[in-house]
Nanobody, 124 residues
């Protein structure tokens, strides 16, 4: 099992930017499919973005497409989520999710590994 730790959350203004990091430990990260999810208070966790282990397949939720960018640096065992043009509705706890199986598995949130989450708050 790989352990995941998110960081980089905080407070941003509307239109601002934040970069989240998902650091992996316990196993090499370069064979894992990785996704970001988010959860607003009182709502279900929702898919944000995903990147395949080779970084040749990337998928975004419609709500963030064009504003967020997912990337990975396997030399550092880190996956990033660059968030730009932030909106108040982006306020949520953001979770890193990874699995060594299929890409669709992490897109659908059915993988084995989750981080503890990092809070992102966007003020209007």
């Amino acid at each position: 099992q790989v352990q995941l730790a998110e960081s980089g959350g905080g407070l941003a203004q509307t239109g601002g930017s934040l970069r989240l990091s998902c650091a992996a430990s316990g196993q090499p990260f370069n064979t894992y499919e990785v996704a970001w999810f988010r959860q607003r208070p009182g709502e279900e966790r929702e898919f944000v973005a995903a990147i395949s282990w080779r970084a040749n397949v990337i998928e975004y939720a419609d709500s963030v497409n064009g504003r967020f960018t997912i990337s990975r640096d396997d030399s550092k065992n880190i996956v990033y989520l660059q968030m730009s043009s932030l909106k108040p509705e982006d306020t949520a706890v953001y979770y890193c999710h990874a699995d060594a199986g299929f890409f669709r598995t992490v897109v659908e949130g059915r993988g084995k590994n989750w981080g503890q989450g990092t809070q992102v708050t966007v003020s209007s």
